[in-house]
């Protein structure tokens, strides 16, 4: 009997509190985390480059390792063909096309002049050689088809192609065309270079398996037969650096001889970038000389978080009490010679509490990480479920399982 009566009386008074359960404000008790702190293990390299503008970066923190002038505007040549690039290979990874699709070659796309692989108008070729032939023979006329397959039309690709850049941060680039052709208004950076390079090349890995290919072949079918075409690589680099992975030269009469060069080392991808170098034998020495200098001075220190356990944290005002977390994604951090990876240590710090709705992309803490007793960045950690506020109802039935936990 004292049951029910207590059961009566708690339903009286959510019945004659129903504002302060459902809608009264909490405070939120979210700390103030400040934002990711940059890597700052930049290199005072002593270097002197005949090239005028050049980058080094890591791959996985994005870190600026030299640089010689990296903010000023170049034309790229087929540097270009990079974003062209990236662009497919997120086509497919959104299934939008598929590397058996085949893709058929209009008048326009084969009328492109400079580097090409004489394509013939109506000529079918799938997306994986259409790939080889950019990647290898950094061909026009592939790349122009593909930028039709893909966007309708090659001016809506270019639109595409810059807002890509614009996603990435690329501030001090305009793209006119997805081939790198000389035209007016067409301009990059050499660290705009890198940043694109290294979307590609960290996102995509299996773009090593197209632009390190020192020669390959394929056929030419139309409707005067079927005729064997070579494709050979210009990046020399692919045949005599230890660990390359790419990517892409580029040359032309205005832009001289550009190159973003790749290469993987003891897990650690460093992106190289030569930009208006005066002759093809420069650019391939002063970017294997910054590859080099990169290998030889730094180490990357990545935190995968399988030692972590995170305990759940408390919410208020949801459907639920508790909500546990999700790390977003690994940390890096470039090590210079002399600091020691085993000098990094991390700290997770859990919210108290947050307020419900709340939803997957919502930070409930962070994990920071410090060199000695200096902040050297930190990783999110996000819900892992949205947790709707809670109702009338949701309240109810919350307190009645209270009540009846209570009594157990």
């Known amino acids: 009997m004292k049951r029910i009566i207590a059961l009566l009386f708690l339903l009286v008074l959510i019945l004659c509190l129903p504002y302060s359960l459902s809608s009264a404000k909490i405070k939120n008790t979210k700390p103030e985390i400040n934002d990711v702190i940059p890597v700052t293990a930049i290199a005072d390299a002593k270097m002197e480059l005949a090239t005028p503008s050049a980058v080094l970066i890591e791959g996985s923190s994005g870190t600026v390792i030299f640089e010689k002038n990296k903010d000023e505007r170049l034309k790229p040549a087929s540097v270009t063909k990079i974003m062209t690039l990236l662009l497919i290979f997120e086509a497919l990874e959104e299934g939008a096309i598929n590397l058996m699709d085949d893709v058929s070659v209009t008048e326009h796309a ?45 001016e809506e690709f270019v639109a595409r192609m810059n807002n890509r850049a614009k996603e990435l941060g690329m501030n001090n680039t305009n793209f006119v065309n997805c081939t790198g052709l000389d035209a007016d208004n067409h301009y990059t950076t050499a660290y705009d270079i890198a940043l694109m390079s290294r979307e590609l090349i960290t996102k995509f890995p299996q773009i090593s398996n197209y632009c390190t290919v020192w020669m390959d072949t394929f056929v030419h079918t139309t409707k005067k037969g079927r005729t064997e075409f070579g494709l050979t690589n210009t990046n020399k680099l692919i045949k005599s650096y230890k660990g390359i992975t790419g990517l892409k030269t580029g040359s032309t009469s205005l832009a001289k001889y550009c190159l973003s060069a790749t290469a993987r080392r003891n897990n650690m991808d460093l992106i190289a970038v030569i930009m208006a170098a005066p002759d093809t034998k420069t650019r391939f020495m002063e970017a294997a000389k910054l590859l080099n200098y990169g290998f030889a001075n730094y180490s990357i220190y990545v935190d995968d978080h399988k030692d972590v356990t995170l305990e759940p ?31 990094i240590r991390k700290e997770i710090v859990l919210y108290e509490k947050v307020p419900a709705p709340l939803t997957t992309e919502d930070k409930i803490g962070d994990i920071i990480y410090y060199y000695d007793n200096e902040k050297i960045g930190s990783v999110d950690i996000l819900a892992t479920e949205n947790i709707p506020k809670a109702g009338y109802k949701d309240n109810f039935i919350k307190s009645i399982k209270k009540f009846f936990l209570a009594y157990n």
């Not at 108008?121 to 039709?148: F, G, H, K, L």
């Not at 459907?319 to 546990?324: C, E, F, K, L, N």
């Open 110 to 154: 084969a009328s492109m002049g400079g580097s090409q692989v004489y394509l013939e108008p109506y000529e079918v070729q799938n997306v994986d050689t259409m790939i080889r032939c950019i990647s290898i023979a950094s061909a026009n006329d592939a790349s122009v088809a593909m930028a039709e397959h893909i966007a309708g039309s090659h």
């Open 313 to 343: 944290v408390r919410i208020t005002k949801g459907v639920t009490d508790y909500v546990y977390g999700k790390i977003r994604g690994d940390f890096s951090y470039l090590c210079s010679k002399g600091k020691s990876p085993e000098n």
